[in-house]
């Protein structure tokens, strides 16, 4: 699971607090959103040097493609671009791909 530490953490901190409302899941979600998107600057930041495609990558994208609308279409242009071969190249392209999937997600924040 993506951000598995952070999340567990965070959710016994807040587990035994009986408020009403959702407020301790939406900060669960805030976290978990931060850890995508540092995640996904991190990809961005690497992917001329680094093939950084695997697990946790795919794990970020469905996150995405779950929660931001046309998320589907953001996380494919995102594998599209990590796929390119001039490093340049890709890594522009994946940068691109990066701020069209944060833009959404921060607004949820």
């Given at each position: 699971m993506f951000a598995i530490c952070?999340?567990?953490d965070m959710k016994g901190k807040l587990g035994n607090v009986s408020f009403g409302g959702n407020w301790s899941e939406d900060i669960l979600a805030r976290d978990?959103?931060?850890?995508?998107?540092d995640f996904l600057d991190l990809v961005?930041?690497?992917c001329a040097d680094e093939d950084m495609r695997g697990d946790r990558l795919e794990e970020a994208l469905t996150y995405v493609s779950e929660h931001i609308?046309?998320?589907?279409?953001?996380?494919?242009a995102l594998r599209k671009a990590l796929t390119l071969f001039e490093p340049l190249q890709r890594q522009?392209?994946?940068?691109?791909a990066v701020r069209r999937i944060g833009r959404p997600l921060r607004e949820k924040e």
């Open positions: 952070s999340y567990m978990q959103l931060k850890n995508i998107l961005a930041c690497k609308e046309k998320g589907d279409m953001l996380a494919k522009e392209a994946v940068i691109r």
